[in-house]
């Protein structure tokens, strides 16, 4: 859809508006929403990530697509390039350190709503928080929830790292910063 969007000024104003409402809209209110048609924990689960995991890697990649120079572009274009060939040889690489921090932002972000997914039945460490909120006073409430806590701090610091050094492998020597 990026790819698509910034090319046109009005297609990338409305993407990056639809993002952006759509960050605003709160986990458990879409949750609350999905749950009402889709019974199945997981399912809503995963229709929610993908939702707000998409947000910030659009917006991130219509940003980096536009920004780069379309004297560069316009180059590539008069020495025979095709729009394809400019697209995958050209604005993808110099885009791509914008790309990569949309999907670490979009990673992290996410680590968090997967942990309230435990509230519609779906999946995760979340169930470890919830289980212990829902028992406080009782033996062991604290431990669960600071132990399920911790596994995302966790987790989320590695997934993290890994992203942080893939997009270090995977970005030209010549515009790593």
């Known amino acids: 859809v990026a790819c698509i969007a910034y090319r046109s ?3 990338t104003d409305v993407a990056l508006s639809l993002s952006s409402v759509g960050l605003t809209l709160p986990a458990f209110a879409l949750f ?5 048609f889709v019974p199945n924990g997981i399912v809503v689960s995963v229709a929610a990530l993908a939702f707000y995991g998409t947000l910030p890697i659009l ?4 940003v980096g697509l536009s920004r780069v120079d379309p004297a560069l572009v316009e180059s590539a274009r008069g020495m025979g390039m095709s729009r394809t060939a400019t697209l995958l040889r050209l604005e993808i690489p110099l885009a791509w ?4 921090t949309g999907i670490r932002v979009s ?15 779906g999946p995760g460490l979340g169930s470890f928080i919830f289980s212990g909120l829902s028992r406080i006073g009782g033996a062991n409430a604290t431990n669960s929830a600071w132990a399920g806590t911790l596994a995302i701090v966790v987790l989320a610091v590695l997934l ?4 942080s050094l893939l997009g270090r492998l995977t970005t030209s020597r010549g515009i790593r910063v």
């Not at 609350?32 to 009402?36: M, Q, S």
């Not at 917006?59 to 219509?62: D, E, P, Y």
């Not at 972000?109 to 309230?116: K, Q, T």
Request: proline residues 3%; positive net charge; without cysteine.
């Open 59 to 62: 917006r991130n990649a219509v």
């Open 97 to 100: 350190p914008v790309i990569v």
């Open 160 to 163: 993290d790292l890994v992203l």
């Open 32 to 36: 609350g929403i999905l749950i009402a």
């Open 107 to 121: 990673a992290q972000m996410l680590m968090g709503i997967a942990a309230i997914a435990a509230y519609v039945s």
């Open 9 to 11: 000024r009005r297609i």
